[in-house]
């Protein structure tokens, strides 16, 4: 019994086409990953400043906001297979346009160009993605599928670094960028096995009023507003990514660099294959508050290690908490909100996740010029703790929700919907009372 407590729940794989998707997604993460590790190597190679590598999150940024509201409208419209199939297709050319740029003498305005425009699909691409996973498994399986997505992350954050930064010291960078496309192969020819997945019945056609409608939706849920705050909090003070490169020096250069992009996803890992546990956890929204805080903490022993491996401990702690926030933030969202408004309410999380990292790499890079690299880190780690204090304080909806209450809200609105539309009513209401 305690065993099977605390293992990881395999059953959402049984299905055909969740399984494509699962191996399609995973490679394609892994390749991605690595290009992620390289580019901010090469910046600091070309400029050597921290500063230019943190403003990729400032590029990335606006182009995300905007095409994260038109790729969730998009994927409550049409068929989200097809969706995720085209936008994998543009994140290839990119990537290709990457290798192209390395092997013809690296520009730093095309490599700006390229994360804008990355960003840009990834609007696209990622909302179809997350909510194309809940309608390729059974409901009650939602706590598993945020596990197994979360594995195959996992996977890419400690081998793609690893083999990112043998390629490096041993290959040009272009080899990283001809890797990653390679995998683009694979996937695509996976998604383009997977059975069409149909629009909601009576979808909404993609406009001004229907995003709209999305937010309003989204404010609507306090547990919904505490997940977004929550994250963004985390990761806007106490996401150091962008200052590994030069703490790595630290410790011995880009040799233990993949190290760090490692120890945070070992954390990671180690939570999710032992995550079965997490279906007998009703309070999601303390769950999530709790290891937000966690995380800070974990960022803060990061900073002021003063050997490798106590910063190695300080990068697993905070994965592993950022992988349970994680796994109740999914099963908050996958669980609980009616699939004909998966789309947009998925374009909504992907800018609480990824606001969060972006703003956070220019903090990092521009606190390291005032604070230090150390500092700049310890004090971020220190901001999410009392951050997240403040949010439990001013969300006390949000620390009591429970898990089991939100899939009876699911359920009862999927149910008023499909009446409404039986009942031929030209414009179904989608915002709870």
């Known amino acids: 019994m305690t065993k099977k407590r605390f293992s990881l729940d395999l059953s959402p794989l049984r299905g055909r086409d969740y399984r494509l998707v699962y191996t399609a997604a995973g490679v394609s993460s892994f390749g991605s990953m690595i290009t992620y590790v390289a580019v901010p190597i090469q910046l600091k190679q070309m400029t050597g400043d921290p500063l230019i590598v943190g403003l990729l999150g400032i590029v990335e ?6 095409m994260a509201f038109v790729g969730g409208a998009l994927a409550d419209y049409v068929d989200r297979r097809k969706l995720v199939f085209w936008a994998e297709l543009a994140l290839a050319v990119l990537t290709g346009v990457l290798l192209i740029n390395a092997l013809t003498g690296p520009s730093i305005w095309v490599m700006f160009a390229v994360a804008g ?3 840009a699909v990834d609007g696209i691409h990622r909302p179809a993605m997350d909510s194309m996973m809940p309608r390729l498994a059974r409901p009650e399986q939602m706590s598993a599928v945020a596990a197994l997505n979360s594995l195959r992350y996992q996977v890419a954050q400690i081998g793609a670094p690893t083999l990112a930064g043998l390629m490096l010291a041993n290959l040009s960078v272009a ?6 496309l390679a995998t683009f192969v694979i996937s695509l020819i996976c998604f383009s096995m997977v059975r069409a997945v149909a629009p ?11 995003v709209a409608d999305g937010i309003r939706y989204a404010k609507s849920r306090p547990e919904l507003i505490g997940t977004y705050l929550v994250d963004i909090n985390a990761m806007f003070f106490a996401f150091p990514v962008a200052l590994y490169p030069w703490v790595a020096d630290r410790f011995g250069g880009t040799s233990v660099l993949g190290l760090f992009y490692a120890a945070l996803a070992a954390g990671s890992m180690l939570v999710t294959l032992t995550s079965s546990w997490t279906v007998r956890v009703h309070r999601h929204g ?5 290891a937000a805080g966690a995380w800070g903490l974990g960022i803060v022993l990061f900073g002021v290690a003063d050997q490798l491996w106590l910063a190695l401990i300080g990068l697993a702690v905070a994965g592993g908490s950022d992988m349970i926030s994680g796994l109740f933030r999914a099963t908050i969202w996958n669980q609980t909100i009616p699939d004909f408004l998966r ?3 998925a374009g909504i999380e992907m800018l609480s996740y990824l606001t969060g990292p972006m703003l956070g790499q220019t903090r990092a890079g521009l606190s390291a010029r005032y604070w230090g690299y150390s500092g700049a880190v310890v004090w971020g780690g220190v901001l999410c ?4 204090g403040v949010l439990a304080g001013l969300l006390p909806s949000f620390w009591r929700y429970d898990g089991r209450d939100g899939l009876a809200r699911k359920q009862a609105e999927e149910q008023a919907r499909a009446e409404l539309v039986r009942a031929g009513e030209p414009e179904p209401a989608i915002v709870p009372a």
């Open 61 to 66: 940024l606006a182009p995300l906001i905007f």
């Open 117 to 119: 425009l990355t960003a």
């Open 175 to 180: 080899w990283v960028f001809g890797f990653d």
């Open 200 to 210: 909601p019945e009576a979808a909404d056609r993609p406009s001004l009023r229907s």
């Open 286 to 290: 303390r769950a999530v508050l709790l």
């Open 343 to 345: 789309g947009r309410l």
């Open 385 to 388: 703790v009392a951050g997240t």
